[in-house]
């Protein structure tokens, strides 16, 4: 098929496909996509996502989740050391051994603990389970908090309940009438004041070690008054990688058709415009370049012919053809005797 001169116009057609292209493109690139908990994207485009490193809950007959992929089934342990407690914690989720009777928080929070640690019998939160995983510079960071009560007063009242009856009344200031005009101002004060409650941060660091298998959880340290406890994860999961696309959102191969829709929309509907109004083109020749694609789509055609051709030779019917028109066996020069002979014949006749 060539293009002919003579056709009708196509500039509706064509931008009716155009516009239908570049519709459905953007509305594919319309669509976003909501974060993932415990996933972040930093602002140079790096991808982390920690959800492998969640401790999941076994089934109740004590298989492994479906969902599972490798994840543990138990809970992080941390070892305080020169803190004197233990620590047992989860990633962007609550614990997987739950725990009860927790110091300062209400029962029906016990079951969203992600991080606690055990004194004399007496269970201590310190923060409730989030997901917001955040990329700070290099750094990736997970928050927990609104854990137990914490403080000066709540470690001064530690401090008392762990001494003897001895050592507490002799640290117990004898009151005094300054002390007793002020006890009524002091009491409603600390009343009034809001409880700090003790809160988790979680630092990650890359492990390209594929030999180190689950996250290794480290304690750091606490503030002084024992409400701010940081902690540091060495894994795998926490190296920057590329975010996978998702279905709905745009992806690089979507972004590339969407600049190629562009360009071709401009090229067409310039080149058009330009040959209607300074060329006076009509038909065909109203596209851009119009000698240009007829001479390729033509080289094509011929190139199309030429390859057919000579692939024909190799057909089995052209073959046996060949095998038609040799005559090995001297019936060709038999034939050829008898016409030679008929027309001496008939010149014989034409001479009488």
């Known amino acids: 098929m060539r293009f002919s001169p003579g056709s009708t116009s196509i500039c509706p057609t064509l931008l009716s496909f155009l516009y239908l292209t570049s519709t459905s493109l953007a509305a594919d690139a319309d669509k976003t996509t909501t974060s993932t908990a415990c996933t972040a994207t930093s602002r140079s485009g790096s991808f982390f996502d920690l959800r492998p490193d969640i401790a999941l809950k076994k089934n109740p007959d004590g298989s492994k989740p479906s969902h599972s992929n490798g994840a543990p089934l138990v809970d992080y342990h941390a070892k305080g050391f020169d803190y004197g407690f233990n620590f047992t914690l989860n990633i962007c989720a609550s614990v997987v051994e739950p725990v009860d009777e927790v110091i300062g928080v209400e029962p029906s929070l016990w079951k969203n603990v992600s991080a606690y640690y055990t004194s004399k019998g007496d269970v201590y939160s310190l923060g409730l389970e989030s997901g917001a995983l955040i990329s700070r510079g290099k750094e990736l960071v997970l928050q927990y908090t609104g854990g137990s009560p914490c403080g000066k007063k709540i470690k001064r009242e530690a401090d008392l309940e762990s001494r003897s009856p001895s050592e507490r009344e002799e640290d117990t200031p004898k009151p005094t009438k300054t002390a007793a005009a002020t006890k009524t101002w002091k009491s409603s004060k600390e009343t009034d004041e809001p409880k700090r409650r003790k809160s988790t941060t979680i630092f990650f660091s890359c492990d390209r070690d594929a030999s180190a298998g689950a996250a290794q959880v480290s304690f750091i340290a606490t503030d002084p008054e024992e409400c701010s406890y940081v902690f540091k994860v060495k894994s795998q999961h926490a190296c920057a990688g590329v975010e996978p696309h998702k279905p709905g959102s745009v992806g690089p191969g979507s972004i590339f058709l969407i600049i190629f829709a ?22 065909w020749k109203q596209l851009p370049n119009y000698s240009l694609w007829a001479s390729v789509w033509s080289f094509t055609c011929d190139l199309f012919v030429m390859v057919t051709s000579s692939c024909a030779r190799f057909l089995p019917n052209r073959r046996g053809y060949r095998y038609i028109s040799g005559s090995p066996s001297g019936r060709g020069r038999s034939n050829r005797e008898d016409e030679n002979r008929l027309i001496d014949q008939y010149d014989e006749e034409w001479e009488d």
């Open 262 to 283: 562009i360009a071709v929309l401009v090229y067409l509907l310039g080149g058009i415009f330009y040959q209607r109004t300074v060329a006076h083109a009509r038909g």
